[in-house]
């Protein structure tokens, strides 16, 4: 595949950081309109995207330089290339700086954390489906060897050196089958949200489709650097993915809990450029036997 996207006279543009940037804009642009159809203050959720974003950036690139702090006191130049350097425990490091960053924000500007996370939901479904469509062109969390017509194979040394991915041998582009499936899934979501019953009911439905993703596609993945648990039955992101759906499943069993004893927000528009925000009272169950 192609791990350099194109070159600006010595510079190196990887197309794994290039595409996944895309995505991550496209996802920003996303969450404007996600914020609209819920009723959210878009330009909160705009800062709150790029707070989280930063964070799980600060986040693994701390956990690299910690994990490499003795390589990096001899050769401080080295840290130029740790943008390069792609890993699950660095993907679960950035998520967790990112979510925790994403709570601190929401609460200080009194965002509903339920309702700010049905809005993040489709953009984050489809950043992940650019950062999996990113890692095929780079090699990254490459897939195991394969013999079917759509294998890939990569032949470039910087595959190897950056990502591991082996040469010459043809490989499941597992990681189209995830971009495929995580795109499929914001579309899903992003129809679903008008509709949605309940705040929180699209993030669970995230969390446990991105769980299914994620836990189905480990089964083509190399398992190198992924770790192993019941003697190989499960790796790493595979038991994070089951936590997902356990937490996806609970979020969305409950459904008879209203968020401030009001229901969904409604958006009705009153003159040019003008938003009213309104709520339906849900009956009571002795008001509906009276009707």
């Known amino acids: 595949m192609y791990p350099v996207l194109f070159h600006i006279g010595s510079v190196l543009i990887p197309s794994y950081g290039a595409v996944a940037a895309l995505g991550m804009l496209l996802a920003l642009f996303l969450a404007q309109r996600t914020a609209r159809i819920t009723g959210l203050h878009a330009g909160h959720v705009w800062n709150l995207c790029v707070v989280a974003l930063f964070a799980a950036l600060a986040g693994q690139r701390l956990l690299l330089v910690l994990l490499n702090w003795n390589d990096l006191r001899r050769h401080p130049m080295w840290v130029?290339?740790?943008?390069?350097?792609?890993?699950?425990?660095?993907?679960?490091?950035?998520?967790?700086?990112?979510v925790g960053a994403a709570v601190?924000?929401?609460?200080?500007?009194?965002?509903?954390?339920?309702?700010?996370?049905?809005?993040l939901a489709a953009p984050l479904a489809l950043g992940l489906a650019f950062e999996q469509f990113?890692?095929?062109?780079?090699?990254?969390?490459?897939?195991?060897?394969?013999?079917?017509?759509?294998?890939?194979?990569?032949?470039?040394?910087l595959a190897a050196r950056w990502s591991g991915a082996p040469l010459g041998i043809p490989l499941h582009p597992v990681q189209a089958y995830a971009a495929i499936t995580f795109l499929t899934l914001s579309i899903l979501l992003l129809v679903w949200l008008p509709d949605r019953r309940q705040r929180g009911d699209v993030a669970g439905l995230w969390l446990l489709g991105t769980g299914v993703v994620i836990y189905m596609t480990e089964l083509w993945r190399d398992p190198l650097g992924r770790g192993t648990l019941l003697n190989g039955v499960l790796d790493g992101p595979q038991v994070?993915?089951?936590?997902?759906?356990?937490?996806?499943?609970?979020?969305?069993?409950?459904?008879?809990?209203?968020?401030?004893?009001?229901?969904?927000?409604?958006?009705?528009?009153?003159?040019?450029?003008?938003?009213?925000v309104s709520y339906e009272r849900p009956q009571a169950k002795d008001e509906v036997s009276r009707g």
């Open 80 to 98: 130029l290339g740790l943008a390069m350097i792609h890993h699950p425990l660095l993907a679960a490091a950035g998520a967790f700086a990112g």
């Open 104 to 119: 601190l924000f929401a609460r200080w500007k009194r965002l509903p954390l339920a309702a700010t996370a049905d809005v």
């Open 134 to 157: 990113g890692a095929l062109m780079a090699g990254a969390g490459y897939g195991t060897e394969a013999d079917v017509r759509w294998a890939v194979t990569y032949t470039n040394p």
């Open 240 to 276: 994070f993915a089951i936590a997902m759906v356990l937490v996806g499943g609970m979020v969305l069993r409950q459904r008879d809990e209203l968020i401030d004893g009001r229901a969904l927000p409604t958006i009705s528009r009153k003159g040019e450029g003008m938003e009213r």
